[in-house]
């Protein structure tokens, strides 16, 4: 009786821990996808595309998706939904939806337990029959260009569409990479540190309340 209920205990221990197994392995691989070549010629790796309902606007698709980047790279990730949006918008025209959230998806990290982020754009339909993104995060045409200071004719800082920056402050020049996020800009240059900066329509405020306008596209 003994020996049978010591047997008993090991086949219940061993199925315990091959389901403990089962479990992290599982999350290890994130969601499954589904590679999806775009007109523009990239690779996405679909997630899912399934219906939902916006509040104010009625029926709606969300798309998500796993990207290579992380959701703090603003500028490369609002391109990267841009040429999805640009495929996708035909298929929810077809549906007859009346807003769109694609969410862009990071590849798991950690261990055993397996974290990502997201970050999602969304889109609505106007009455017009034309579509505008509903989103706190500035478009990058919003803020890529030159700033200069109001009254100073060689201080600037150039915003580039590839994300990086040149400045040109009190006589120092200044380059590196920058991220945004909603309307905060942050400025990283390579051992020296950050600043960090508020975008608002046509200038950015420094962090040390100096105004920086945006000079008139050529």
Do not use: H
Not at 62 to 87: G, H, N, R, S
Not at 124 to 141: D, H, I, K, L, T
Not at 177 to 183: A, I
């Amino acid at each position: 009786m003994l020996l049978t209920t010591q047997a008993r205990c090991r086949e219940t221990l061993i199925v315990m821990l091959s389901v403990a197994v089962l479990v992290l392995s599982g999350c290890g691989t994130g969601p499954r996808t589904t590679p999806r070549k775009l007109s523009s010629g990239r690779t996405i790796r679909v997630i899912s595309v399934a219906p939902m309902t916006f509040k104010e606007s009625g029926p709606a698709l969300i798309f998500k998706y796993q990207t290579d980047l992380k959701v703090d790279q603003m500028q490369p990730l609002t391109q990267e939904v841009d040429e999805i949006w640009t495929d996708f918008k035909t298929e929810a025209d077809k549906a007859g939806v009346s807003g769109v959230a694609i969410s862009a998806n990071e590849i798991p990290s950690g261990w055993p337990i397996y974290r990502n982020k997201a970050y999602t754009f969304v889109y609505v339909r106007q009455s017009g029959g034309s579509w505008q993104r509903q989103s706190s995060q500035a478009a990058v045409s919003d803020y890529v260009g030159r700033y200069t200071k109001p009254g100073n004719a060689t201080d600037y800082t150039d915003i580039k569409p590839d994300g990086t920056f040149v400045a040109l402050d009190k006589g120092q020049t200044i380059s590196g990479t920058y991220k945004v996020s909603g309307s905060t800009l942050t400025l990283i240059v390579a051992r020296q540190g950050t600043a960090v900066g508020k975008l608002e329509p046509g200038k950015i405020i420094d962090n040390d309340g100096q105004t920086w306008v945006k000079a008139a596209s050529q």
